[in-house]
């Protein structure tokens, strides 16, 4: 069974940064895909970035240039760090992982999914 436990959310100024972690496990972390999303309150799930390996991943557009997907294998860790965020990034982000080998920011193809940690960004 696939356990995905998010850690690093908090409170920030517009500007700021922060880095958030995914522990996994129960899971063959070095193959597959794994992903962030993020959910605004009255907003529908978006897919925010993708990895497989650290030469094939995906952004979204809101996204590309102010955070990084990044993932540890050893540690079997998930990480992005989100820079130079803005009021609209403020959401509960989660992780999720699935078996493919493309880095889909659609949220339906993802099998298993962390609780989330909640990201504020205020103006």
């Known amino acids: 069974q696939v356990q995905l436990v998010e850690s690093g959310g908090g409170s920030v100024q517009a500007g700021g940064s922060l880095r958030l972690s995914c522990a996994a496990s129960?899971?063959?972390?070095?193959?597959?895909?794994m992903g962030w999303f993020r959910q605004a309150p009255g907003k529908g799930r978006e897919g925010v970035a993708a990895?497989?390996?650290?030469?094939?991943?995906r952004y979204a557009d809101s996204v590309k240039g102010r955070f990084t997907i990044s993932k540890d294998n050893a540690k079997n860790t998930l990480y992005l760090q989100m820079n130079s965020l803005k009021p609209e990034d403020t959401a509960m982000y989660y992780c999720a992982a699935q078996p493919g080998r493309y880095p889909s920011l659609q949220s339906h193809e993802y099998s298993s999914w962390g609780q989330g940690t909640q990201v504020t960004v205020s103006s």
């Open positions: 129960g899971y063959t972390y070095s193959t597959g895909c």
């Open positions: 990895i497989v390996s650290d030469d094939y991943t």
